[in-house]
């Protein structure tokens, strides 16, 4: 699942997508697991922080979980 469909609020997707691009570009699989933490922490805050609804949460961590599952794969 790709971040494109997912409805962010303004000022949050350019982050979004960096952290996507971070664990698809990770070389080493300890690159992967950190850009995969920063991602889930970055969601965790956004949905603590009331900033997105636990349904677009959801949404980001399964797109960034699949990232994370592809890039593990490649490596």
């Known amino acids: 699942m790709s971040i494109e469909g ?16 971070a664990i698809l570009q990770a070389g080493t699989a300890e690159q992967l697991n950190r850009a995969a933490g920063k991602a889930e922490g970055f969601v965790l805050a956004l949905e603590c922080g009331k900033l997105i609804k ?19 794969a490649a490596l």
Do not use: C, F
């Open 6 to 21: 997912i409805a962010l609020p303004k000022g949050i997707t350019q982050d979004a997508e960096k952290l996507h691009e």
């Open 54 to 72: 636990s349904q677009i949460a959801e949404k980001l961590y399964v797109a960034y979980d699949d990232a994370a599952s592809q890039r593990l």
